[in-house]
DNA sequence: TAGTTAATCAACCCATAGGTTGAATATGCC
DNA sequence: GGCATATTCAACCTATGGGTTGATTAACTA
């Protein structure tokens, strides 16, 4: 799979993306990772795999610990390809500001 | 599923993503999408689903024909998710420019 | 009315995703 | 060495995704 592809895929899960929020705060262990989820520890732990994959978050050993990092790198990638679109959404702001424009010269 | 997921979903796909490109150029109709791709007609009508239901796309009526058109609405929300983590890939480089110019008055 | 074109529906296949539970592997502490 | 803690590995289950082929619906055209 391609890069943008899996990390768009990493993104489309709500349990993936508050973790990286969480690590937005800072590094974390797994099991701190999980502690506010509702699901198993390994269930979170394959999260951190797709999210390592797709180069989101690098690991570290300490002891048994395995503190997890975000890595923003990979969204760079998105918020390029998302910025090719942009124009996209604001033409239609554009097209109101002139329609809005048109009809305040009218009356 | 929420909408930021399903959007992120429907982008983690090559094929779909290739699909937004080419209605950036302008509306077409089902055929027309598909012509480019190795795959089934049914298979990009699958994909236009997916796009439509994402709110990626929008899709018209004219005689047999099923025009679409792309709706980058919802990417403002991938836009400003992405911006919330602006930080932490531009602070990489901030942390660069600070090295070098750190190693620069050293030397 | 019959035939052609555009698109969708339906059934199916196989691989993967997200979850589970239970066992295994390190590492630190007495 | 023996035990607790942190994490991963492995096997399994079920749902979904992306693809296929074949049938169906709808609209134009001769």
Redesign the pocket.
């Known amino acids: 799979m391609d890069r943008l592809s899996e990390v768009f895929s990493a993104l489309?899960?709500p349990?993936r993306r508050a973790i990286l929020a969480r690590l937005a705060e800072g590094e974390a262990?797994?099991?701190q990772i999980a502690e506010p989820f509702p699901?198993?520890?390994?269930?979170v732990?394959?999260?951190?795999k797709?999210l390592e994959r797709a180069g989101l978050i690098t690991?570290g050993i300490q002891?048994?610990?395995?503190p997890c990092r975000l890595d923003a790198a990979p969204l760079r990638g998105v918020a390029e390809w998302v910025t090719e679109y942009q124009r996209f959404w604001e033409e239609r702001y554009d097209e109101l500001g002139t329609y809005l424009t048109k009809i305040q010269k009218e009356n």
Chains 1, 2 share one sequence.
């Open positions: 489309a899960d349990t262990t797994v099991n699901i198993s520890l390994q269930a732990s394959k999260h951190l797709v690991r002891a048994q610990w395995r």
